[in-house]
T-cell receptor, first 114, second 113 residues
Framework: KAGVTQTPRYLIKTRGQQVTLSCSPISGHRSVSWYQQTPGQGLQFLFEYFSETQRNKGNFPGRFSGRQFSNSRSEMNVSTLELGDSALYLC?????????????FGQGTRLTVV | AQSVTQLGSHVSVSEGALVLLRCNYSSSVPPYLFWYVQYPNQGLQLLLKYTSAATLVKGINGFEAEFKKSETSFHLTKPSAHMSDAAEYFCAVIETGGFKTIFGAGTRLFVKA
């Protein structure tokens, strides 16, 4: 069974540009969450999608947005990139047969903003 | 609202020594609790999960954790550290009936030869 797949693995962008990251969850998983991980702030929750609807949202500016498609694949977009957006972005999927489901993580996308 | 506190951002042990990583949670209802491990430039991998079936939970790679309601703790232990255990460890909580996973700040484990 394939795991959570994130593309691309590495990305370098310039300040002011925008970027789109992709996440393909494990087959059958309907919940997809996104996290930003930096050395200074740790693992911070961005948002969660379930059945194409945003179910939870973290405390990030509106430059960060996401969406989920009918096949549960999800994309995350960051507009007007800032140097501080450099981070490892992690995607996690859950089966959600009930509450308490564990999250399965992808390997992440390392974004560097220069 | 639930929260997770991991005591000690860095823990260093010698190879063969006991590993103890501390996690305390705050939750208004019985929670689901997890430990994850992260190796450099990788995603998080589930080590073990508490779902109220048993207070002592055994996970992969010889790790285990004990749920103590009276102490609101879920500490992770391993009897004998191996060099390959060097990684960052995250404790996480989901409130029963909830869906959002809240992660602790993480504890980086160093293993000395």
């Amino acid at each position: 069974k394939a795991g959570v797949t994130q593309t691309p693995r590495y990305l370098i962008k310039t300040r002011g540009q925008q970027v789109t990251l992709s996440c393909s969850p494990i087959s059958g998983h309907r919940s997809v969450s996104w996290y930003q991980q930096t050395p200074g702030q740790g693992l911070q929750f961005l948002f969660e999608y379930f059945s194409e609807t945003q179910r939870n949202k973290g405390n990030f500016p509106g430059r960060f947005s996401g969406r989920q498609f009918s096949n549960s694949r999800s994309e995350m977009n960051v507009s007007t990139l800032e140097l501080g957006d450099s981070a490892l972005y992690l995607c996690a999927s859950k089966r959600e047969t009930g509450s308490g489901s564990e999250a399965f993580f992808g390997q992440g996308t390392r974004l560097t903003v220069v | 609202a639930q929260s997770v506190t991991q005591l000690g951002s860095h823990v260093s042990v010698s190879e063969g020594a006991l590993v103890l990583l501390r996690c305390n949670y705050s939750s208004s209802v019985p929670p689901y609790l997890f430990w994850y491990v992260q190796y450099p430039n990788q995603g998080l991998q589930l080590l073990l999960k508490y779902t109220s079936a048993a207070t002592l939970v055994k996970g992969i790679n010889g790790f285990e954790a004990e749920f103590k309601k009276s102490e609101t703790s879920f500490h992770l232990t391993k009897p004998s550290a191996h060099m390959s255990d060097a990684a960052e460890y995250f404790c996480a909580v989901i409130e029963t009936g909830g869906f959002k996973t809240i992660f602790g700040a993480g504890t980086r484990l160093f293993v000395k030869a």
